[in-house]
Structures are given as C-alpha cells and as structure tokens.
C-alpha cells in the first residue's frame, strides 16, 4: 500500500486547506484512515481519523469545529478540510492507513497504523 499526500501550503491566519490522502495498492474499504502533524521540535499529534466501517470520525480537541475528515471510497481517497487556521497548526501533515479494523478508542495512536504517506507541509502566516 502507497499513501500520497497532497494540498498542503502557505495559507494566511484564518485562511483553509485541504489535504488528500490517495491509498494505492491493496485495500479495502475497512481501511481507516488517520491524519497527524508534527511541528519542528514538537512531537507528532493526532489531528483526525475517520472509520471505514461505519465511517466514524474523530479530532483531536484542538481542531474539533475546524477540520472536516471525508472519504471518497470509488477514490481511495480521504480529505482533510482545514478552516479558520491558526499559526499553531503550521506542521508537516502526514497521512496513514490501518488496513484492519480498529477500534474508536485507539484510533488516535500512530502505533496501529502500518503505513505513512510522505508528508505535506502547511504554513500559516500572520
């Protein structure tokens, strides 16, 4: 399986982005698809994961009401819609696939994923 991320940029405070995440390779619709950030200096974080079966969404605390997880399953395909940015959300975003089922509770460990995209770097200038 292959990760591709892309939509990452510069974008003023306030401003939105939005990523995507294409899987290649073999997968299911099961697949859970999870986004996390790290900043420079900073460890990597949860931002976001949404579910294959029954396609549950979850955020961390800090981008609830701001960011939209969506899949386009015939795509292979998960976005991440970020609005009203802020310069604490500046980080390289990277994307990553489960590819067995998981449960809600652990969907924010990077430990359960088997595989990472490349990263996308998103800049937010004031």
């Known amino acids: 399986v292959q990760l591709q991320a892309s939509g990452g940029g510069l974008v003023l405070v306030g401003g939105s982005l939005r990523l995507s995440c294409t899987a290649s390779?073999?997968?299911?619709?099961?697949?859970?698809l999870g986004w996390f950030r790290q900043a420079p200096e900073k460890e990597r974080e949860f931002v976001a994961a949404?579910?294959?079966?029954?396609?549950?969404?979850y955020y961390a605390d800090s981008v609830k009401g701001r960011f939209t997880i969506s899949r386009d399953n015939p795509k292979n395909t998960v976005y991440l819609q970020m609005n009203s940015l802020r310069p604490e959300d500046a980080a390289v975003y990277y994307c990553?696939?489960?590819?067995?089922?998981?449960?809600?509770?652990?969907?924010?460990?990077?430990?359960?994923?088997?595989?990472w995209g490349q990263g996308t770097q998103v800049t937010v200038s004031s």
């Open positions: 390779g073999r997968t299911s619709n099961d697949y859970t």
């Open positions: 990553a696939l489960r590819e067995r089922r998981i449960i809600a509770g652990l969907v924010h460990n990077s430990i359960y994923y088997d595989y």
């Open positions: 949404i579910r294959g079966v029954g396609g549950g969404t």
